[in-house]
């Protein structure tokens, strides 16, 4: 089995700063991609950022350069940097690794539990 484990959300006013992370653990054979996406009430869930094995680095079009996303391959763990926050950035930002177990013959995808982000004055 493979577990995610999200922290760092929390209340934060505009124009603020706030780090998420995100570690993976148990049976982890190989990681090929990791990322975090968001979904706001009402809202389909977005793609925020996303890392590849390869080093890639994918954004969603809003965040126009103030979330950085990065991944320590050593530790599981991948990060979202996220600055200038607005309001519109509330919602629950969702973890998502892509790990080929020591179970499983292929990739799939883990979800964390989710970690709620308002950004409210």
């Known amino acids: 089995q493979v577990q995610l484990v999200e922290s760092g959300g929390g209340l934060v006013p505009p124009g603020g700063s706030l780090r998420l992370s995100c570690v993976a653990s148990?049976?982890?054979?190989?990681?090929?991609?990791m990322g975090w996406y968001r979904q706001a009430p009402g809202k389909q869930r977005e793609l925020v950022a996303a890392?590849?094995?390869?080093?890639?680095?994918t954004y969603g079009n809003f965040v126009k350069g103030r979330f950085t996303i990065s991944g320590d391959n050593a530790k599981n763990t991948v990060y979202l940097q996220m600055n200038s926050l607005k309001p519109e950035d509330t919602a629950v930002y969702y973890c998502?690794?892509?790990?080929?177990?020591?179970?499983?013959?292929?990739?799939?995808?883990?979800w964390g539990q989710g970690t709620q982000v308002t950004v409210s004055s």
């Open positions: 148990g049976s982890i054979f190989s990681i090929s991609g």
């Open positions: 998502n690794f892509r790990i080929r177990s020591y179970i499983t013959s292929s990739p799939r995808d883990y």
């Open positions: 890392i590849s094995s390869g080093g890639m680095l």
